[in-house]
């Protein structure tokens, strides 16, 4: 795997380059949050980048959520918000 | 089934795991790695899947180590160890959720010695506005960085207290951010008198110096941000000068994108308490592991290096690898010497051509080198300290715990209700109840309750699915793993 | 000095000072930590009737629960929720001893069929046999309602209610040893000087043994360890009821020391999804036990398949107050006079916390209490030796 390929988030279309994590890949392509929080419907996405904080909570191929910064991006990934 | 049974198990493939790692395995040992990341490396070599790799100093080296442990060790990644048990004939067993194409599957190693090289994660204070996206830990800039070539942000601010300020915000800037300021809430002289001068690394600090120059960042102490602000994304913060105790003297607003923030680093050493080892508080309040001059924890077979027995940064981390390497070779030499029909089961490698451990002494240059990066250590957490002030920055309404979404008015409401310690603020507010079980609030709790932090209890250290949970049978072990391929 | 001093801020030394001060009397709790330190802050809420077997206890539970729904309307602020039990059962056979236990009890319940189920819980695996729903089990945040209860007595003018004792909390504060004035208990010495006092209440949960031998009186109160699972919060609730097995009513009765587990399941309103219980003695022991948790894991998957991919995150474990005949120890002790017991709940503290204190307040006013007090009398295990 050494050619970008592409995840989608909502079906809008994210490149990646190979390695990245999903997190990397949304902060790259702009998208800072991809949930909100239980009560506060607070916006959140990356903090602390290395799988502590669980901020990042993400919602791919509609699996129980995993921290976005720590799951390896593959080809055809679907994210949900 | 038990995966293995190993002489070393590693937990973290950080400078200090891959270090006592591959030491160990050159004396003959059957090591096993296990890292919850995709690559190793570490927070300090976190590299890309693929070149270009950045220009971080000793990567090259420490590249050389992975390949040359890769040949004579088992490496996992993508293995978050969430708990460690410790049986009474003493062998003990590393529980790790593997997770691979998603699905999530138990994997238990059985071991005769555990290295623990779990390493540190940024320490953050709260502020109104700080759970705004596009503020991030200055440690998670630097890891989208080196780790997938992503620039945090256009414009950013860089804030926060310690030596690690410095790395990030040229790192920043020379990936083409504009970097609006480094806000150093600690020190009074700027990098002219940069501690990092009076402890010897002139030629560091004033790298950095030229650096920052260069990319016109200007580079102020006595500031901090206090505030971020934004409606979905954070556009801007507000700096303040502080006075020596981090009270707010005056304000101004900020234009940014991005804010890379951190206050030093929290080690994580929960796998130690889980096992009962030891701890102490290092120089500045964090509770890390206690470890002797060989890296041994008070817990027979357990050691410990780098981050988890105090902060140091990443040459204290390799050296204290290599040293507990070596100390764990000499201890199973001292087995094999001793108990012969014991040794052959523990230490005498499958491969018919590895080496047969032989006894190790620990050199004493490396001793007197790790003593003095030890007391280089301190005096960096000593002129680094966290100042009460910044209690001072926070409104009702500002989240302490971000997980739960405990308000500063919550955690107040439980001390009045007789929460007299970080334990109780948690059981009364659930503050640190959440998600990542108050690694984030932890340290800022303890502060709002007037005593330094306590070791942290987390008997499950990571998360773990229930059927993943459930598939462990009687005797610790687990049962077949998951094969049933995923259909979505 | 004050009229009852209550050694322990758990939930049942909260209750303690709450109906004492209510009743008029000048209150010092005293804790060596927190409030809600000690086993309160470790336990799950559950306010049952329906685990309990005809007798002194369910009379007790009975009591408390009337009492509960009435603090949830003076006090509250402890997320008090009537949900419902459901105790189902795997086969055809325990589904009638179920309902027999339930005629029995002659309290609230009603038989639900197999088919029915689903219609209580939309998750429950397939193939149970049925099972009996209890409309008064209750839930309570244990340490908020420990919290509340102090602060409220507390909460007036002076640290009293109107026409209520005052209540002082002293956190902190360890008690060491017991005042005397002749016979009499007349106080408790602690590690930051004596604090005199009419009646003391010996409210200190599993340490309960521990208060009692420092007047030189035997209770017989041991730890009997216990884990509970903390999922991640989910998006929506999938469990409505607190619902249990057949077996958690047959564990709980238990004498063995060696580890029972049975699945107990419930929401939280935080979202989470408590997992327990497990039980064993095995002293005061924190260590972690992963074969536990795994058992937990798989009683808990196995009555709701919904939950496999739900993660946990968290875990905790605390040390039921255990007496050998499961039941509270409440009422004077006539071994050492002044000194009164409020201890040894076991795995129903919570639940019992309300009635305990109410016929302890009632004791101690010398006023008829509302229940036969003579099943919890400190004295009992002695007598059961020597007969
Ligand atoms: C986000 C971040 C970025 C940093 N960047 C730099 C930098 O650029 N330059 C610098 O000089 N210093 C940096 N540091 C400081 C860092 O602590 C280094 O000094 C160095 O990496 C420490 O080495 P270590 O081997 O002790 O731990 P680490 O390098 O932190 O390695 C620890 C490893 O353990 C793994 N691990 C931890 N817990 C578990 C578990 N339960 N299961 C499985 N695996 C686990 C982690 O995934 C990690 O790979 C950074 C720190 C952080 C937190
Ligand atoms: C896993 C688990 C789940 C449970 N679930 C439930 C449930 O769902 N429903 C239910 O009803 N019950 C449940 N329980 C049982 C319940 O938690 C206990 O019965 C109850 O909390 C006991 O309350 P307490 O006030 O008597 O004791 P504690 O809360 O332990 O209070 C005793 C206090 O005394 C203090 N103390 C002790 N010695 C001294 C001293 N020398 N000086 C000063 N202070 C001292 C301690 O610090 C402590 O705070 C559960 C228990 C466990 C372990
Ligand atoms: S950003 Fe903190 S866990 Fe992913």
Redo the contacts with the bound molecule.
């Keep these: 795997m050494t050619e970008p390929f592409q995840i989608t988030i909502d079906g809008h279309p994210v490149p990646v380059t190979p390695g990245q994590t999903i997190g990397a890949a949304l902060h790259a392509a702009g998208r800072r949050s991809w949930r909100t929080t239980r009560f506060g419907g607070r916006p959140r996405g990356l903090f ?4 502590v904080c669980f901020d990042c909570l993400i919602t791919v191929n509609g699996r129980p959520p995993e921290r976005a910064c720590l799951l390896p991006a593959r080809p055809g990934d679907e994210v949900t918000t | 089934m038990l995966l293995g049974d190993w002489d070393l198990v590693v ?8 270090a006592g790692a591959l030491t160990a395995a050159l004396h003959g040992l059957r090591v096993a790695v ?4 995709a690559r ?7 590299h890309r899947a693929a070149p270009p790799h950045s220009s ?1 100093p000793g990567f090259g080296r420490f590249l050389g180590q992975v390949r040359a442990l890769r040949e004579r060790a088992e490496v996992l990644t993508e ?4 708990s460690v048990t410790r049986q009474v004939d003493g062998r003990l067993t590393v529980h ?1 959720a593997a997770r691979d194409g998603g699905r999530e599957r138990p994997v238990a190693l059985g071991c005769r010695r555990l290295l623990i ?6 320490r953050v204070l709260p502020f109104p506005g700080w759970d705004l996206p596009g503020v991030l ?4 800039a ?2 989208l960085l ?1 780790g997938h070539g992503v620039v945090a942000g256009s414009r950013v601010v860089v804030a926060g207290t310690g030596p ?1 300020l410095l ?2 915000a040229v ?1 920043l800037a020379e990936a083409g951010a504009r970097v609006a300021g480094v806000y150093e809430a600690g020190g009074g002289l700027g990098l002219a008198r940069h501690p990092l001068r009076a402890l010897g690394k002139a030629g560091e600090a004033a790298g950095y110096g030229v650096a920052l120059a260069r990319h016109g960042v200007p580079y102020r102490t006595r500031r901090a941000v206090i505030a971020a602000h934004g409606e979905h994304e954070l556009e801007a913060v507000t700096v303040a000068r502080l006075d020596r105790d981090w009270r707010v003297l005056g304000t101004r607003r900020v234009t940014c994108d991005t804010l890379a923030t951190g206050y030093g ?1 929290i080690p ?1 050493i ?2 130690g308490v889980q096992l009962g080892c030891d701890t102490r508080h290092d120089a500045d309040g964090s509770p890390i592991l206690a470890v002797d001059h060989g890296q041994r924890t008070s817990v027979p077979g357990v050691w410990a ?4 027995t105090g ?4 040459r ?3 050296l ?2 290599r040293l507990a390497g070596l100390s764990i070779a000499a201890a199973a030499a001292a087995v094999a010497a001793t108990a012969p029909a014991v040794a052959a089961a523990a230490a005498v490698p499958t491969a018919a051509n590895a080496p047969v451990p032989v006894p190790v002494p620990v050199p004493s240059v490396l001793l007197r080198r790790r003593r003095s990066a030890r007391a280089f250590a301190a005096a960096l957490l000593e002129a680094y300290p966290v100042r009460s002030g910044w209690q001072g920055w926070l409104r009702d309404d500002t989240l302490v715990c971000r997980c739960e979404e405990v308000p500063l008015a919550r955690v107040r409401e439980a001390q009045e209700l007789g929460a007299t310690d970080a334990r109780s603020i948690k059981l009364l507010a659930r503050a640190g109840m959440g998600w990542c079980q108050g690694r984030i609030c932890g340290y800022p709790v303890a502060c709002l309750a007037g005593e330094p932090p306590a070791p942290p209890r987390r008997p499950v ?2 998360p773990i699915s229930l059927a993943a949970l459930a598939a462990f049978d009687e005797d610790g072990t687990r049962t077949e793993p998951h094969t049933t391929e995923d259909p979505a | 000095m004050s009229d009852v001093i209550v050694v322990g801020a758990g939930v049942v030394g909260a209750a303690c000072a709450y109906y004492a001060a209510r009743a008029g009397l000048d209150v010092t709790v005293v804790d060596r930590g927190p409030v809600a330190g000690g086993t309160t802050g470790a336990g799950e809420g559950n306010v049952l009737v329906s685990d309990k077997e005809p007798g002194p206890e369910l009379d007790l539970a009975l009591l408390s629960n009337r009492l509960w729904r009435e603090l949830d309307r003076s006090v509250g602020g402890f997320e008090f929720e009537a949900k419902g039990g459901l105790v189902v059962a795997e086969t055809a056979d325990v589904r009638l001893q179920l309902a027999d236990l339930a005629a029995k009890q002659g309290i609230q319940h009603e038989n639900v069929p197999a088919h029915a189920l689903r219609d209580l819980e939309p998750h429950l695996a397939d193939g149970l046999a049925g099972g009996v729903l209890y409309p008064q089990d209750a839930q309570v945040q244990p340490m908020l309602a420990a919290a509340r209860l102090l602060r409220h007595s507390a909460g007036g003018r002076g640290g009293r209610l109107p026409g209520g004792g005052a209540v002082r909390l002293r956190l902190g504060v360890t008690v060491t040893g017991l005042l005397r004035s002749g016979e009499r208990v007349s106080g408790v010495r602690t590690d930051q000087g004596d604090l005199p006092g009419g009646a003391v209440v010996n409210a200190a949960g599993t340490w309960g043994g521990r208060i009692a031998a420092l007047a030189g009186v035997d209770l017989p109160v041991q730890p009997r360890r216990g884990f509970i699972l903390v999922t991640e919060p989910l998006g929506e609730p999938l469990i409505r009821h607190k619902v249990y097995t057949a077996a958690y009513v047959t564990n709980v009765a238990s004498d063995s020391a060696d580890l029972e587990t049975s699945a107990v399941i419930e929401g939280t309103p935080a979202g989470t999804v408590l997992i327990g219980a497990s039980r064993e003695r095995v002293g005061f022991d924190r260590t972690t036990s992963p074969p536990v948790l795994a058992r937990l894991a798989a009683q808990a998957v196995a009555l709701f398949p919904v939950l496999r991919d739900v993660r946990v995150i968290r875990s905790y474990c605390g040390f039921r107050p255990y007496c050998p005949d499961h039941l509270p120890v409440i009422g004077a002790d006539p071994r050492a006079p002044g000194l009164y017991h409020a201890c040894g709940h076991e795995g129903a503290g919570i639940g019992l916390a309300p009635a305990t204190g109410h016929l302890l307040a009632q004791l101690i006013q010398g006023h008829r209490p509302d229940l036969d007090p003579h099943p919890f009398r400190p004295d009992r295990f002695q007598a059961e030796e020597s007969r």
């Design positions: 602390c980048g290395i799988g | 937990i973290g493939g950080g400078p200090a795991g891959v296990v890292d919850a990341g190793l490396g570490g927070q300090y070599f976190r971080t293995h978050q160890v969430w790790c090289a779990t390493g540190a994660h940024d830990t200055a440690g998670g630097q890891a080196k690690f790395p990030v790192g680093f994580q929960e796998l290096a780098g981050e988890p902060v140091g940064g990443w204290l981390a390799e204290e690898g250290a990571q």
